[in-house]
């Protein structure tokens, strides 16, 4: 399996780095990508995290999911950026994973992906969750989307995540060796 992270100036570390090392600790090939045209991304708190591939150079025919950490202006940044958007259209009409976290579900409330779904997201940005019926889990799995609350369930979005693109026994085994509660 394959996953792809946007990284945006301004995104939120825990919920980006967290995910990702719960997906890679679950043996899942993620990439962090940057779209920034550099690099070099600095975080929500000042925290400059090197990515993986930058944007323009990324092939995605061979990805599984694609993930959108929240943060601010983090979330604003990934919603300027017209390849992505292009992209998470697409996965969406290839029934293919999108997973979001914190603001960052707004994008798909935005793009009308959320119709009809059961969707989660920090609080303050429900009225962006367009059509969605709201809820206030920490995780929430709807069709081919998956949205999260914030920094502090980033660790079970990640093991949702390795239930979702591996199996349920390997996220429950990670969850007990991290001694997630």
């Known amino acids: 399996m394959k996953a792809a992270i946007f990284l945006a100036e301004g995104f939120e570390e825990i919920e980006a780095l967290a995910t990702v090392d719960v997906l ?4 899942i090939s993620v990439k962090t990508v940057s779209v920034t045209e550099k690099f070099d991304v600095e975080g929500a708190h000042g925290i400059t995290v090197l990515a993986d591939i930058l944007f323009e150079d990324t092939d995605f025919h061979g990805v599984d ?3 959108l950490p929240g943060g601010m202006p983090g979330t604003r940044n990934l919603e300027k950026h017209k390849g992505l958007i292009e992209l998470i259209k697409k996965f969406h ?4 994973w999108i997973a979001a976290i914190c603001a960052a579900p707004k994008i798909l409330g935005k793009l009308g992906l959320l119709k009809g779904q059961i969707a989660t ?3 303050g940005f ?10 206030d889990e920490s995780v929430v799995l709807s069709s081919n989307l998956i949205t999260s609350r914030g920094a502090g369930t980033a660790v079970l979005f990640g093991l ?3 239930e979702v693109l591996k199996n349920k026994e390997t996220a429950d085994e990670l969850k007990e060796k991290m001694i997630v509660v």
């Open 121 to 123: 997201c920090y609080p």
């Open 24 to 27: 890679r600790r679950g043996g």
């Open 160 to 162: 949702k995540l390795v």
């Open 93 to 96: 009409n290839d029934k293919k």
């Open 65 to 67: 999911i694609l993930i």
């Open 126 to 135: 429900e009225k962006d969750l367009e059509g969605a019926i709201l809820s």
